[in-house]
């Protein structure tokens, strides 16, 4: 009886034995899929319409685009849901689940009336620069005014998770992963990727290693010529079109010889107007993973990453033009790179990529007017003219409006103080004038924002945009297709061609399918936080995307 037993117990124990190591080795070889991603990947895109998936569909290759596309989940109708989307702010409100009226961050730059200057998203003297000896590091995110989904994760696991962003772009950079983790940018007066003493008390080994390559040196003796044949590119216009600024006003088909360019041009400017400055930021963020082993531990890891050159392409050529459509084909292949280098280095089961851009772009007003579409420019300085002369003759001759940035208006509200004017009265002369003029869709008073809660479109929009202390005193929004008479394309509206944009989440756990509901960009934040458990943002106003919860079970 007792031999029985034993034979009974060894035999249980063999079977025991087999089971538990087949499981595991079933699970290294990725059948059952972790509880969460190891390595979650934020790829924006800078100035990527929505449409450009389809327009150049084409002309991808399998493994970039197309990859994200046919295996991700789509969210067709993801939309930013306030008024200014321009690159800044977008970054803040992914990365904070929130939008301007709570993170703060009203634009790429505003007015502080009490300093009676601009002031940069991201400025800050404070810090130091580690990999230059340029002031290009004195930034930070000290204007950010809610935690990010990068900092909770880092504060839930004691930092021995790892956050890395990575960007041409400082303010990207900067505002997408906020003050834990570490944010590299490009510093174009040195050449080189930096950081600041904020995020590092000295520069990693495998940074200086890297910029000890030179390659953006080497990049800028290269030529841009198209990738495909140039009489392919029927989806644009014509390689000589007159509606194109073009390099320094003046070179505008290709080839582009960038060393020749580069003579005419401050340090190393040039580059991040190519598509090569993609190339340099693909590079650098698999250097990043293979030197801080990302996605190796029980920790997950964040990488955000940005491409930038599209928004400094469609700024000179436009987003009809042949250099924008030859710079998403060749982001295309890098994508393709990169994802690549994931599957082989981390594990298609073990990393999640969530992929979308800061913001679209409207046609440029020249190319609207060809096809005789509604358009036209608002005219800020006749506006901010006439508004001075009408308030010195209605109030007395004083400078009652202090400046104007961004379509907001900014009175000078101690000397109504001390003129014991009524602020309620200037304010409502000043919108009823304003909304004379031509191209103007709605104005709206800081009062009226600060003091009620306002629901209706497009009120509610531009309401999400109003930080007090920061916004201006009037705000006004444009009819579609219209913009502001200035040199740099704006992206202060949020009309389709500005707001809605893509986004895909591809990886771990996900099954292809298409979610056709509209959901805001506010929802990214609380998504990744609720599925790796761990606080949403302070300010996060967004809410978890449903079809996470069928995953997480």
């Known amino acids: 009886m007792y031999f029985k037993n034993i034979?009974?117990?060894?035999?249980?124990?063999?079977?025991?034995?087999?089971?538990?190591?087949?499981?595991?080795?079933?699970?290294?070889?990725?059948?059952?899929?972790?509880?969460?991603?190891?390595?979650?990947?934020?790829?924006?895109v800078e100035q990527m319409r929505y449409d450009y998936i389809e327009r150049y569909w084409e002309k991808y290759e399998s493994g970039g685009f197309k990859k994200l596309y046919n295996g991700g989940m789509i969210c067709n109708q993801a939309h930013y849901n306030h008024l200014f989307v321009q690159a800044g702010v977008s970054h803040a409100t992914i990365s904070t689940g929130s939008t301007p009226s709570v993170h703060g961050i009203i634009g790429t730059n505003w007015y502080d009336v009490k300093k009676n200057s601009q002031v940069y998203c991201v400025q800050d003297e404070k810090p130091f620069t580690m990999g230059s000896d340029s002031y290009e590091g004195r930034r930070s995110a000290q204007y950010l005014e809610s935690t990010t989904f990068a900092e909770e994760l880092l504060l839930s696991t004691s930092k021995k998770s790892k956050a890395i962003s990575i960007s041409v772009s400082d303010y990207a950079s900067i505002l997408s992963i906020g003050n834990l983790g570490t944010a590299f940018w490009f510093d174009e007066r040195a050449g080189a990727w930096i950081t600041n003493s904020n995020y590092v008390s000295e520069l990693p080994k495998w940074v200086t290693d890297f910029n000890n390559e030179f390659l953006p040196d080497l990049y800028l003796t290269k030529t841009w010529n198209t990738i495909l044949p140039i009489e392919k590119y029927t989806e644009s216009q014509a390689d000589d079109s007159k509606l194109e600024q073009g390099f320094l006003n003046e070179y505008k088909t290709f080839p582009y010889e960038l060393s020749r360019l580069n003579k005419q041009m401050r340090e190393y400017s040039l580059l991040k107007m190519t598509?090569?400055?993609?190339?340099?930021?693909?590079?650098?963020?698999?250097?990043?993973?293979?030197?801080?082993?990302?996605?190796?531990?029980?920790?997950?890891?964040?990488?955000?990453?940005n491409f930038s050159a599209t928004h400094e392409i469609g700024k000179l050529f436009g987003p009809e033009s042949i250099e924008v459509e030859d710079a998403f084909l060749r982001l295309d292949r890098d994508l393709a790179h990169l994802i690549m280098f994931l599957d082989s280095f981390v594990g298609n089961e073990n990393y999640l990529i969530y992929f979308t851009s800061s913001h679209g772009s409207q046609y440029s007003t020249a190319y609207l007017e060809e096809m005789k579409m509604p358009t036209g420019f608002f005219n800020q300085g006749t506006a901010i003219s006439l508004l001075k002369a009408y308030l010195r003759n209605k109030f007395g001759n004083d400078a009652w409006v202090l400046s104007y940035s961004n379509q907001q208006f900014y009175f000078d509200r101690r000397l109504i103080e001390n003129k014991k004017m009524s602020y309620s009265t200037i304010e409502k002369e000043s919108i009823e004038l304003l909304k004379e003029f031509t191209g103007v869709a709605n104005v709206v008073g800081a009062s009226n924002l600060q003091d009620n809660d306002l629901n209706k479109y497009p009120f509610n929009f531009i309401q999400n945009s109003y930080y007090y202390g920061r916004s201006g005193d009037i705000l006004i929004n444009l009819l579609p297709n219209?913009?502001?008479n200035v040199k740099d394309r704006t992206y202060n509206s949020f009309y389709s061609y500005n707001a809605h944009v893509p986004l895909i989440w591809y990886g771990w756990k996900i099954t292809p399918q298409i979610i056709n509901r509209k959901?805001?960009?506010?929802?990214?934040?609380?998504?990744?936080?609720?599925?790796?458990?761990?606080a949403m943002p302070s300010g996060a106003t967004g809410k978890p995307i449903e079809e996470f919860e069928k995953i997480m079970r």
Not at 16 to 25: G, N, Y
Not at 29 to 40: C, D, E, F, N, S
């Open 519 to 534: 959901i805001e960009m506010t929802d990214i934040a609380p998504t990744i936080s609720t599925l790796l458990n761990v």
């Open 482 to 484: 219209w913009s502001e």
């Open 7 to 44: 034979k009974k117990y060894y035999l249980f124990l063999i079977i025991f034995s087999v089971l538990f190591f087949s499981c595991i080795k079933i699970f290294a070889q990725g059948t059952i899929k972790p509880y969460r991603p190891k390595l979650i990947i934020g790829i924006v």
């Open 275 to 305: 598509p090569f400055s993609n190339l340099l930021t693909k590079d650098f963020a698999i250097k990043a993973i293979q030197s801080e082993n990302l996605g190796k531990d029980d920790y997950t890891d964040l990488l955000l990453l």
